[in-house]
């Protein structure tokens, strides 16, 4: 691991994987030329991050504004998403890693719905690292569904509107039990959201790099973590504070 500090590996791990279609575009290839290649690298970098330790990872994979793009394009990304599912499951048992998905997955395609199904059940009992791929997933759609489930607990007379609090958000969210991501990673030189985990990136730290997800490796995925381990998390309190541990 070099000049990583074990004991400070960030337990959760969030990507947004970000430039396979300029990747793509630059080589004079068709833009699906880079999901594909952008699909070998989450292999690796899912192998990559087993090996560092960390203990959740998610992979923001589809967006629902993705739905917006031209049907082949679309077609394509579930295509290598079914690939993925078919080819890793093996590897992913081995390894000890449990896949989870959060979205709007009853927009995908039903074949496309079984399989995810299956991966997550096939290994629902492992406990080495858990994956968890955002899928049809938007952080407004996300916070909508969590209102509907509160409003039906109000509606019910199951939950009082004045002892409505974060935790009863948190609560309706696609993987309540999920900690807040520690390290949001984004590839592709833009610096924005994109409608990723609103609720849960409150706190967490952010790192950018210009390099396209179809060229990032295990040694930038470590080049962000050394860079983490450098932050001071202050939550709001002064350095002081942190430091003296109160
Ligand atoms: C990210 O790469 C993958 C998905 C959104 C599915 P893009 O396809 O957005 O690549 P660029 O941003 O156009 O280069
Ligand atoms: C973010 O990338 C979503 C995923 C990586 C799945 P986009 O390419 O969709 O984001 P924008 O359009 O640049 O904000
Ligand atoms: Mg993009």
Do not use: C
Request: glycine share 8%.
């Amino acid at each position: 691991m070099g000049r990583l500090e074990p004991a400070s590996i960030p337990r959760h791990v969030a990507i947004i994987p970000d430039g396979n279609g300029r990747w793509a575009e630059s080589r004079g290839l068709a833009r699906n030329e880079g999901h594909s290649r952008g699909t070998e690298v989450v292999r690796e970098i899912v192998r990559a991050a087993h090996e560092l330790g960390i203990k959740q990872l998610t992979i923001y994979a589809f967006s629902m504004e993705n739905w917006d793009r031209p049907q082949d394009e679309i077609d394509a990304i579930m295509g290598l998403l079914s690939r993925y599912i078919r080819h890793e499951t093996d590897e992913l048992e081995k390894n000890g890693v449990r896949v989870q998905t959060i979205g709007r997955l009853d927009m995908l395609s039903p074949k496309l719905q079984r399989a995810i199904r299956g991966l997550e059940k096939r290994t629902a009992g492992n406990d080495e690292m858990l994956l968890i791929f955002a899928l049809s997933y938007s952080g407004r759609s996300e916070l909508v569904d969590a209102m509907r489930g509160i409003a039906r607990e109000v509606e019910s007379g199951r939950l009082d509107p004045e002892a409505i609090e974060e935790k009863d958000i948190r609560e309706h969210l696609y993987a309540p039990d999920l900690p807040d991501p520690d390290l949001l990673i984004r590839t592709g030189v833009e610096h924005r959201i994109s409608n990723f985990m609103l609720w849960q990136l409150a706190y967490t730290e952010l790192w950018i790099t210009d390099a396209l997800w179809p060229d990032f490796t295990k040694r930038d995925l470590v080049d962000a973590i050394h860079a983490y381990q450098q932050r001071e998390r202050r939550f709001g309190r002064t350095g002081a504070q942190v430091r003296k541990g109160s």
